[in-house]
């Protein structure tokens, strides 16, 4: 009791002075715990914890026993929390980060320097991404363009790319990343991934666009991702007003979504990392990303939902772990993707459904394109690491890791070819699934 006291009242002031102060948020010394749960009482505990929700910020959620969960813990909590912690005979705990801001530091270092182009070497902010989409699609401007499909709530376009050789008749490909601000990686590979897209001489990749129309939203949060470069580099939501009383801001794009909304896995509190927000689509940009789905949503083949970090292949649904129909034929794309992600650099990826893999959480973006749309393919991805560097992935990692993503990517729509195919032979199965159905 007196151990809970004390970790909530030292992280209650931690929570307020981060709300109240405009500077930047540092994380000296703040370490991140990978804990093991061995016990379901274990688990109780760490579910506790993250319930707490006090300066202890979970990088990945408690999962279920035997599965590791990484914990950011402030100095002044590491001393409570430990003995507490490793009291439990069997709980794992290891230090995965030394000091989160150290490694932010040296991240900075690598940061492209201003006015220079992306080069996939370092992250760029968001004008980088956005002037690079701009001049990709002003140098395209046959077969791309730049859609702004609406606005963030701090007023920022909301910008997807298309890309379309057919005169937008084709198959189309919605691919997005960085709805959660922190998941650097996942914003600097779809960059790359448009660059190949649009530049690639090589035929294999010069075929993804002539099969199919494609929709890209590097940034789906913009308003947070700018967050990161300012003021924040863990923030996860976007950064609308609450009725939070301690000020705190955002929702948790990936909660907001209106196929199951709030069914479990996401939180009322508006200062939670995984607040759901008031109502489905309370987020103008989940909103506007909806929005726009809906009018692609009758030839759109593949809905692509790209995170990190954490190395996973994730099938839908979030909610629960309900089977559907089509199922095994996920399984059986996903496990081809993971391979021909592993023939690269032998960067292994996990296959499965999100319950299964990591814990219910409703009102993802995933659920939602199933739900509601059946669109044929429907996956989330979580891109590297494992944990080592987790949300701070050094930027020498960019080029790798788009490259093996680019090989799950061309796997992905090979598949997606073959059953276009199968299509025209009437009533195979694979036909059935390709066929999009109203909402
Ligand atoms: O919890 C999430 O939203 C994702 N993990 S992350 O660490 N990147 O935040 C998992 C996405 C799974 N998708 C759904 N829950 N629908
Ligand atoms: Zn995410």
Request: charged share 20%; glycine share 6%; hydrophobic share 40%.
């Amino acid at each position: 009791m007196k151990f809970a006291l004390v970790v909530t009242l030292t992280l209650l002031g931690l929570a307020f002075s981060n709300q109240i102060s405009a500077e930047r948020v540092k994380y000296d010394n703040y370490k991140v715990y990978r804990f093991i749960p061995q016990t379901e009482e274990e688990r109780q505990v760490l579910i506790q914890l993250q319930e707490s929700n006090l300066g202890v910020k979970f990088w990945k959620g408690v999962k279920s026993v035997g599965q590791p969960v990484d914990v950011m813990v402030p100095p002044h909590v590491q001393m409570d929390l430990l003995p507490a912690m490793t009291r439990r005979e069997n709980m794992g705990v290891s230090v995965f980060v030394e000091d989160v801001q150290k490694l932010i530091d040296q991240e900075a270092l690598t940061i492209l320097k201003e006015g220079r182009a992306l080069d996939w070497t370092s992250y760029g902010t968001l004008a980088d991404i956005y002037e690079f989409l701009d001049a990709q699609a002003a140098a395209h401007s046959d077969i791309a363009e730049v859609i702004s499909i609406g606005t963030s709530f701090e007023g920022r376009d909301l910008k997807v790319l298309s890309i379309s050789k057919s005169g937008n008749t084709k198959p189309a490909i919605w691919y997005d990343a960085t709805i959660h601000a922190r998941e650097w990686i996942s914003g600097a590979t779809c960059t790359y991934i448009v660059n190949e897209l649009l530049n690639s001489a090589d035929p294999a990749i010069v075929q993804l666009t002539v099969d199919f129309d494609w929709k890209i939203m590097c940034v789906a949060n913009p308003d947070g991702y700018v967050y990161t470069h300012t003021t924040d580099r863990m923030w996860r939501k976007t950064r609308s007003n609450t009725t939070s009383p301690l000020g705190c801001k955002g929702a948790d794009p990936n909660r907001n979504w209106g196929y199951q909304f709030n069914t479990g896995g996401s939180s009322g509190l508006p200062c939670d990392d995984t607040y759901h927000g008031t109502t489905a689509f309370s987020q103008v940009e989940t909103k506007a990303m909806s929005d726009y789905f809906n009018t692609i949503a009758d030839r759109a083949v593949f809905f692509l939902s790209v995170h990190s970090y954490s190395q996973f292949i994730l099938l839908p649904y979030g909610y629960s772990n309900t089977r559907y129909p089509d199922y095994n034929e996920y399984m059986r794309i996903g496990n081809a993707a993971k391979a021909a992600i592993a023939r690269r650099y032998n960067t292994q990826f996990t296959v499965g459904n999100i319950v299964d893999l990591l814990y219910p959480a409703s009102g993802g973006s995933v659920d939602w394109a199933k739900g509601i749309h059946d669109t044929s393919l429907v996956l989330a991805f979580e891109l590297r690491d494992t944990g080592r560097y987790g949300f701070i992935l050094p930027a020498d990692q960019i080029i790798p890791s788009s490259l093996e993503f680019l090989d799950a990517l061309l796997e992905m729509v090979a598949q997606l070819r073959d059953r276009i195919e199968a299509k025209q032979q009437p009533r195979s199965a694979s036909a059935e699934l390709l066929m999009p159905k109203k909402a």
